[in-house]
């Protein structure tokens, strides 16, 4: 098995349906258009090949399991790929970027750092960078860690490039506030 440092969890493995082996499949990429018959994808004990894909039932088979004994030993587990796969096979518009190459980012509001991205969380719909405060606003008695939303009112510049940077207005007052 290939390793996966760089992995990418793009569905989670429901219960079994029916009993030829289908599964419902619960969907976590922006991309549900690169899940598709033929595709493959790493679990934790391995490779599957997805056989076919309803999208609208959210039901998936694979190859190689066809009934139900083999199919329930998959469920709640992750389907995964990589960071390369993803930037292969999803196409990104303009001012578009994956959730991968936004972590590790600095944040900048009229050039002080306010700290670095940890993490992106999505919560009812919107997504929210999570940052970690920069350690001289910590002294200053600023929280070790505050929520952006990631929206045109706060995010005003993305720099996808090294040093990657995001610059932002109306964060300072987030930080403060939290």
Request: hydrophobic share 35%; proline share 2%; charged share 25%.
């Amino acid at each position: 098995m290939k390793k996966l440092d760089d992995k990418i969890v793009v569905a989670k493995i429901g219960k079994v349906f029916g009993v030829r082996g289908e599964l419902l499949l619960h969907v976590l990429s922006d991309f549900p258009q690169s899940i598709k018959s033929g595709s493959t994808y790493f679990y934790e004990r391995g490779e599957l090949v997805i056989k076919s894909f309803d999208r609208l039932k959210s039901i998936v088979s694979f190859e190689k399991i066809d009934n139900r004994e083999e199919a329930r030993l998959l469920t709640n587990c992750h389907l995964y790929t990589t960071k390369n796969d993803t930037a292969n096979t999803c196409i990104l518009g303009k001012d578009e970027y994956f959730w991968f190459d936004i972590v590790g980012s600095s944040v900048y509001e009229n050039n002080i750092l306010l700290g670095i991205v940890d993490d992106i969380d999505r919560f009812g719909g919107g997504d929210f960078l999570c940052v970690k405060t920069d350690i001289n606003l910590v002294t200053q008695g600023m929280p070790k860690q505050f929520l952006i939303p990631y929206t045109d009112r706060y995010i005003l510049n993305v720099k996808n490039t090294k040093p990657k940077s995001i610059f932002v207005q109306f964060c300072k007052d987030i930080l403060e506030n939290s």
